[in-house]
Structure formats: structure tokens, C-alpha cells
């Protein structure tokens, strides 16, 4: 068992694992201390190397960096972990977004743990916490599921399952099933289950579509739905 390190230095320190949030479309939502410890970590592991390499362009940052993706993550954890415990210094980034929130590095946060190294969050852009905190819908409560299954059946099941949750159900879904989905939640739950639908958040084209289910869904049949969708539905008992 570690004890945390104190935060807030914006160089990375030996032995440390940082767990760095980077934008879901808008560069500038970059925080100063991501932007600080992505070019001083000794090791930058990245799921996708052109995407993350990309980033850093724009950032002017030159790094090498080292591939942690959902089919090397395994292997990758552990030597991640171990360099960490020979005194290296090693941040995580993802394509998008928070790593580890249905994306990989839980892996390497739980390896690194397990061996009492220090594991240190750099927290910032997120589409979950993005979506909430604008939809308007509550937020005392939630429950985020991530991706659901590509499956209608799935999916059926899923809101069945939660009919009667009390508190806000979060989940993220892709541009080729949100009508399909959002159709599902109007027959399943009922035209007046108020829910919010939110594309392509810090990007040119935000939107959200919050409302009665039955309305949300006649308003996304005549949308543009190309790009990226979170969907959050309220517990049956709240209303507009
Ligand atoms: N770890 C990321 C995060 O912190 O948001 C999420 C990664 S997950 C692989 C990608 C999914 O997150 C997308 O398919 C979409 O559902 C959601 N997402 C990511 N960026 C988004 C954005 N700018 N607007 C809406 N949803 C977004």
C-alpha cells in the first residue's frame, strides 16, 4: 500500500505513473499541468501513436512514444510498471478524453498499485463529465455504463434492466446505432422519459438535444449524426 504523493509539480517525478487527460476535440481544453508533464515524463504510452503524435505537433511537443492499446495492454502493463519501479517516469494518455474511462489503463493503474508505486491523476476533459454537467438532467446520482453492446437484444435488455433506476443512467454511443437507440429508449421507457442526447462536445458542431424521449428522437431523424454521442436518461420519476 502507497501513500499518494503530493501533487502538483509540473515536472514528472522518478517512479511516478500520471494518468493525463487530453482533449475530446477542443485543443485548448488541454490543462497547463497536462501539457507541463507531457513533455517532461521520461515515457509517453499512448493508444494510438499517430493520433496522440498528431496532438503533439499541434502542441509543438516532440516525444517518442510507446503503444498501450486495448490489445497489447496486458503485457504493456507490466512493463510499463516495471520501468515505473526501476525510477522511470511514464504518462498515459489515451486517443481522447480521460484514459482508463472505457478506454485502456486500468491495467497499468492497477499493476502500478498493486506494487506500491504512486499513481498520480491529471484530470481534465471528459465526455461523461462534459455531457452532465450541461444536459441539465440530475446529477446527484448516475450510473455510467460505458459502451453497450452492439446488439439491439443487448441493449433492449439493458433498459429493462434499469427501467426503474433511481438515479441518471450515462452511457456513450456510436454515431451508426444513436437513432436506432434513441428509438428504443422512447418505445421501452415511454414517449415522456426525458432524456439527453450530446454530439460532438468542444467541437464546432455541439449539440444537445435534451426533452421527452419521443421528441428527441423526431429531432435526431432529422439531424446531421455524424460524430461522437454521449446519452444520458433521467430516473422515470423526473420530469421537465
Ligand atoms: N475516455 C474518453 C473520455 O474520457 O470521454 C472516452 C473514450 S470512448 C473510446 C469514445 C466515446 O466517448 C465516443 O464514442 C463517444 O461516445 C464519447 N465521446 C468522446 N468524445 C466525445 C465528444 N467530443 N462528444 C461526445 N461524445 C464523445
Not at 131 to 140: D, E, I, S
Request: glycine letters at 8%.
Amino acid at each position: 500500500m502507497s501513500d499518494s504523493p503530493v501533487p502538483g509539480s509540473l515536472v514528472a517525478l522518478p517512479g511516478h505513473l500520471y494518468v493525463i487527460a487530453t482533449p475530446i476535440g477542443n485543443l485548448n481544453d488541454l490543462t497547463d499541468r497536462a501539457r507541463a508533464l507531457l513533455g517532461s515524463v521520461d515515457i509517453l504510452a499512448c493508444e494510438d501513436t499517430r493520433t496522440t503524435g498528431a496532438m503533439l505537433n499541434r502542441l509543438s511537443l516532440r516525444r517518442d512514444l510507446v503503444a498501450y492499446h486495448e490489445h497489447n495492454e496486458v503485457e504493456a502493463a507490466e512493463r510499463l510498471a516495471e520501468l515505473i519501479s526501476q525510477g522511470r517516469s511514464v504518462g498515459l494518455v489515451s486517443d481522447a478524453g480521460t484514459p482508463a474511462l472505457s478506454d485502456p489503463g486500468f491495467r497499468v493503474v492497477r499493476a502500478c498499485r498493486r506494487r506500491g508505486l504512486p499513481v498520480v491523476p491529471i484530470p481534465g476533459p471528459c465526455a461523461l463529465t462534459a455531457a452532465l454537467c450541461a444536459a441539465g438532467l440530475p446529477t446527484h446520482g448516475f450510473l455510467f455504463v460505458g459502451f453497450l453492446p452492439p446488439k439491439s437484444s443487448a441493449r433492449i435488455a439493458f433498459l429493462e434492466k434499469y427501467r426503474t433506476f433511481e438515479f441518471t443512467l450515462a452511457l456513450y454511443e456510436s454515431c451508426h446505432r444513436i437513432a436506432k437507440f434513441a428509438d428504443e429508449i422512447a418505445e421501452l421507457l415511454g414517449p415522456d422519459r426525458v432524456v439527453c442526447i450530446a454530439k460532438e462536445l468542444t467541437k464546432l458542431h455541439e449539440t444537445f438535444w435534451v426533452g421527452r424521449s419521443a421528441d428527441v428522437r423526431d429531432r435526431l431523424a432529422k439531424a446531421n449524426l455524424k460524430g461522437e454521442f454521449v446519452v444520458l436518461i433521467a430516473s422515470e420519476s423526473y420530469t421537465l
